[in-house]
């Protein structure tokens, strides 16, 4: 079974950066789809980055609010996923999830994956 924890969160000012970690115990690379959503009260939960390990290398994905800030990556000797997030604003402000699964259609939608972590909190002031 395999376990997703984040750590990395925290609060910054607009313009100011944060990486988040999402380490993963148990059997991660028979879960090739990688995703980080995130979460704002009030918010339904939104995809922002994925990672699909199919191909060699892999392929990355990115919802346009974040694009050219926001990278995800993964570093597989330490079976672990990173976010790393740039030019923060206030309005990326969430809980900030990863999630993974064997096989998703739409690798930004939440709906689509089974596992999760626990989440982790980012706050940008402004």
């Known amino acids: 079974q395999v376990q997703l924890v984040e750590s990395g969160g925290g609060s910054v000012q607009a313009g100011g950066s944060l990486r988040l970690s999402c380490a993963a115990s148990g059997l991660p690379y028979s879960r090739p789809y990688m995703g980080w959503f995130r979460q704002a009260p009030g918010k339904e939960r939104e995809g922002v980055a994925a990672?699909?390990?199919?191909?060699?290398?892999?392929?990355?994905y990115y919802a346009d609010s974040v694009k050219g800030r926001f990278t995800i990556s993964r570093d597989n000797t330490k079976n672990t996923l990173y976010l790393q997030m740039n030019s923060l604003s206030p309005e990326d402000s969430a809980m900030y999830y990863c999630a993974s699964d064997y096989y998703v259609d739409s690798v930004l939608d939440s709906r689509e994956y089974s596992c999760w972590g626990q989440g982790a909190q980012v706050a940008v002031s402004s």
């Open positions: 990672l699909v390990l199919v191909t060699r290398g892999g392929t990355t």
